[in-house]
């Protein structure tokens, strides 16, 4: 039986404890809970092709209220000594691979697409270049730095580089909900490195 409440609410806060902006979809259930699972898991791989820990990625499903569902997710990712760009580079990959499950599966339409964006996964990206001495920007380049546009190319083309894993890793986390790092390293072949400082 689904719950009527999220099992873990702390997953619908961004890293900063505010509340994650949610956004009507309009996919069925099944739809919206795989496009999250492509979401998470682009997080994961990327990160993990980067040398990044990832401790767990999953897909979070409830409904409020009768004929009404909602569907988050998350990734632990341990991002120590990551040069930022790459860490920015993974926070992209979870939007830019939803928007591209859309449009593989025959799903796009520009609302739909629309509704795949993540402020929470731009700002902590801003955040985190930002701690490291480098310049993200959300609509422009900044002298020295780069555009969340830029980046999210950066992510482009690593998800088409590593699309077969995300996909495998997605159809995954949908059938069991959680998948520890090292589950998605057998899965894909990739490997979860070992090494600690949580994102």
Not at 6 to 21: Q, S
Not at 30 to 38: D, H, M, S, T, Y
Not at 155 to 181: D, K, S
Request: charged content about 15%; aromatic content about 8%.
């Amino acid at each position: 039986m689904m719950p009527t409440a999220p099992a873990k609410p702390d997953m619908l806060l961004d890293h900063r404890g505010a509340t994650k902006t949610s956004r009507e979809s309009a996919l069925n259930y099944e739809q919206a809970r795989l496009g999250v699972a492509f979401h998470e898991a682009a997080h994961a791989v990327v990160a993990m092709s980067y040398g990044m820990n990832v401790t767990t990625s999953e897909v979070m499903a409830w409904f409020p209220e009768p004929g009404q569902y909602a569907v988050t997710g998350g990734t632990v990712v341990n991002y120590h000594a990551t040069p930022a760009w790459h860490f920015a580079t993974q926070c992209a990959a979870g939007e830019v691979a939803q928007v591209q499950y859309l449009m593989a599966y025959g799903l796009w339409t520009p609302e739909r697409a629309l509704a795949c964006s993540a402020e929470h996964d731009r700002e902590q990206a801003i955040d985190v270049v930002t701690e490291c001495g480098g310049q993200l920007a959300r609509h422009h380049v900044p002298l020295g730095g780069k555009s969340w546009g830029q980046v999210r190319g950066m992510a482009r083309r690593r998800i088409n580089f590593l699309w077969r894993e995300i996909r495998t890793t997605a159809h995954a986390m949908n059938e069991q909900t959680v998948l520890t790092g090292d589950e998605i390293a057998a899965l894909t072949g990739l490997t979860n490195p070992r090494f600690g400082g949580a994102a």
